[in-house]
């Protein structure tokens, strides 16, 4: 089955410590792709990746960062987690087929930074 | 990419075709329009996209106007696990650089399906 999986899925951490979230997608897409979603500002994209070893900042990347060592893995690391960054998190990926390509998303990571 | 406008909310009866309405004035030549979907804090799903023909998927249909301004997603047979946020997204086909990939989410609208 096609998907895009995100680890965890809840995740309760306090300020200043380091957390990965992975994101993994199993259709061979060359797009990957992060966005976080809060309360009256819809889905903002936070980095996106073309590619292996391309990656790229989105609308708010502060605070954040992303590597792309593999195709199907697209992990979002937070050095120093504030309050500001709970939020809910999801991961996207699609082909490069150009016109019309579909974005796939994960099931989303919902953070609570104390 | 250009900007939409979509009603807040909606009310459907289950059973019933839901309709929901998108404004894309400012659309340009090779935009697209896409319709995703939010079903509550669940990750975005595509639900259909098109240039400028009708089109029709297994989960519903898109009537885009001649003068491709505006567009209205039908779910022909609305039932209650068809309630979610509906997004309309105009982008371009072969956006380039920065901004390929990226879909920038409105409000969209808030569609309820009622027994």
């Known amino acids: 089955e096609a998907q895009v999986t995100q680890n965890p899925r809840y995740l309760i951490t306090v300020t200043g410590k380091k957390l990965t979230v992975t994101c993994s997608q199993n259709m061979n897409h060359e797009y990957m792709s992060w966005y976080r979603q809060d309360p009256g500002l819809g889905l903002r994209q936070i980095y996106y990746s073309m590619n292996v070893e391309v990656t790229d900042k989105g609308d708010v990347p502060e605070g954040y960062k992303v590597s792309r060592k593999e195709k199907r893995n697209f992990p979002l690391i937070l050095e120093s987690p504030s309050p500001n960054q709970t939020s809910l998190y999801f991961c996207?990926?699609?082909?490069?087929?150009?016109?019309?390509?579909?974005?796939?998303f994960g099931p989303g990571t919902r953070l609570l930074v104390l | 990419d250009a900007k939409t406008t979509q009603p807040t909310s909606m009310d459907c009866a289950e059973g019933r075709a839901a309709n929901l309405p998108c404004n894309h004035s400012t659309i340009s030549g090779n935009e697209y329009v896409y319709w995703y979907r939010q079903i509550h804090s669940q990750g975005p799903q595509y639900i259909i996209h098109?240039?400028?023909n009708n089109e029709t998927n297994e989960m519903a249909s898109l009537i885009i106007t001649e003068d491709r301004k505006s567009s209205t997603l039908i779910l022909p047979h609305a039932t209650l696990r068809d309630t979610a946020v509906y997004y309309c997204?105009?982008?371009?086909?072969?956006?380039?650089?920065?901004?390929?990939?990226?879909?920038?989410f409105g409000q969209g609208t808030i569609l309820t399906v009622h027994p």
């Open positions: 098109g240039l400028k």
């Open positions: 996207a990926s699609s082909s490069r087929r150009g016109a019309g390509e579909t974005q796939y």
């Open positions: 997204i105009v982008r371009g086909a072969n956006a380039g650089g920065t901004s390929y990939g990226k879909l920038t």
